[in-house]
Nanobody, 128 residues
């Protein structure tokens, strides 16, 4: 099964930017989608961005990050990035990437139960 390795988390001031990365070690060509999820303290894990790794590479975003976050894939590097701009304190949390070998239903790209493989997470803290 694939291993997912996240990196790039850290601390940033409100209004700042950060890019986090997820390398899918082996099996990239078997994936149908890669997604980023976020879990704040005492909160449930929330799907915030996903990208189809087949076909046209359609992107999906949670309303809370639309216009501020961008998910990007680089198939040659087996990597998915999450570019985060205009960060807010409520964006703080552990960010997990996940992938699936099955094509998600069109309405469920941000549902955690669509993904079988998960990384360990990287911490993002937005604070002044």
């Amino acid at each position: 099964q694939p291993r997912l390795l996240e990196s790039g988390g850290g601390s940033v001031q409100p209004g700042g930017s950060l890019r986090i990365s997820c390398v899918v070690v082996d099996y990239w060509l078997s994936t149908h989608a890669v997604a980023w999820f976020r879990q704040g303290p005492g909160e449930e894990r929330e799907g915030i961005a996903s990208i189809s790794t087949t076909g046209a590479g359609k992107e999906y975003y949670a309303d809370s990050v639309k216009g501020r976050f961008t998910i990007i894939q680089d198939a040659e590097k087996s990597t998915a990035y999450l570019e985060m701009n205009a960060l807010k304190p409520e964006d703080s949390g552990v960010y997990f990437c996940a992938t699936t070998f099955l094509k998600p239903r069109p309405w469920s790209y941000l549902r955690s139960d669509e993904y079988q493989y998960w990384g360990q997470g990287t911490q993002v803290t937005v604070s002044s």
